[in-house]
């Protein structure tokens, strides 16, 4: 289970930014200006990278992700990648924060670390200015997902990306097994429980995919749509025949890996709590 979350207020020592002093930072430029901002403090952070803190570091990610990506939806991290599930958690404790709100925290912290820090507005800043994607922190904190060209996609980049129509006509014209897995042992089952697409979850099951396939730590598609906490993903995987007595190499059952009540219950009534 996740430890106990980040506090958005700040970390030991008071060094992270509290809300309010995020709104007012925020409030230096009209709204539709705070997204120009935003990249703009992801520009100057690699520079300041020396003098924050990993827990500094760890703040400043979860709020690009939440505003990249959205609420976390990404299964936890293994046991042993300790990093990673510091990472996973800070971002998890975010929840359904708004993006608006996570520029203005993201902001405030990187003025907070270089209070000398004044940002031009976004008529003033120079051609010269690039933001790579993945934000700042890429360099010393996590590997984001690079933008794909169209040709250079996969199978697997099109079922991220929730593209039906190709993944099912890859699947039924023989040119793509089912059950083909990436680098890791994930299968596209897994990919599509992972980033909560259940239309896509139903037309793999459909197509026979192998609804308790592992992937190379051990997890089942159940293990990825409990961690996630999309009970109609869970419900939908166990109406298919999928085993929730399945462990990860961890010894984990897929109703250990969740936070949710609701899904927990889903699974030990097929189950029976932590059952070998």
């Known amino acids: 289970m996740a430890s106990p979350p980040l506090s958005a207020a700040g970390g030991s020592g008071g060094e992270l930014s509290s809300g309010s002093e995020a709104a007012a930072t925020g409030?230096?430029?009209?709204?539709?200006?705070?997204?120009?901002l935003f990249e703009q403090a992801a520009e100057r952070?690699?520079?300041?990278?020396?003098?924050?803190?990993?827990?500094?570091?760890?703040?400043?990610?979860a709020r690009y992700k939440q505003v990249k990506l959205g609420a976390c939806n990404t299964p936890k991290p293994g046991f042993f990648d300790f990093e990673g599930k510091q990472k996973w958690e800070a971002w998890k404790a975010l929840g359904d924060t708004s993006p608006h709100?996570?520029?203005?925290?993201?902001?405030?912290?990187?003025k907070?670390?270089?209070?000398s820090w004044n940002p031009q507005t976004p008529e003033k800043r120079g051609k010269e200015s690039k933001t790579v994607f993945g934000g700042p922190v890429i360099s010393s904190l996590y590997q984001e997902e690079e933008i794909i060209r169209e040709e250079d996609k996969n199978i697997f980049d099109y079922?991220?990306?929730?593209?039906?129509d190709y993944v099912t006509k890859a699947i039924q014209s023989k040119k793509v097994d089912v059950n083909v897995t990436?680098?890791?042992g994930r299968a596209l089952l897994h990919w599509a429980c992972d980033r909560g697409h259940k239309e896509l979850v139903s037309?793999?099951?459909?197509?026979?995919?192998?609804?308790?396939?592992?992937?190379?730590?051990?997890?089942?598609?159940?293990?990825?749509?409990?961690?996630?906490e999309f009970l109609d993903i869970v419900e939908l995987l166990l109406q298919a025949g999928a085993d929730p007595g399945l462990r990860d190499q961890e010894g984990c059952l897929p109703e250990e890996v969740t936070d949710s009540k609701a899904i927990?219950?889903?699974?030990?009534?097929?189950?029976?709590p932590g059952q070998p």
């Open 27 to 36: 409030a230096a430029l009209p709204d539709r200006d705070l997204p120009a």
């Open 45 to 61: 952070l690699p520079s300041l990278l020396p003098a924050a803190s990993k827990e500094q570091l760890l703040y400043l990610y």
């Open 101 to 110: 709100q996570a520029m203005q925290e993201y902001i405030a912290a990187v």
């Open 112 to 115: 907070k670390l270089d209070p």
């Open 159 to 164: 079922c991220r990306e929730n593209n039906i």
């Open 182 to 184: 990436d680098e890791e």
């Open 203 to 228: 037309v793999l099951l459909q197509n026979a995919a192998d609804v308790n396939i592992q992937d190379g730590e051990g997890q089942t598609a159940l293990h990825y749509a409990a961690t996630c």
């Open 264 to 272: 927990t219950r889903a699974l030990q009534q097929q189950h029976g």
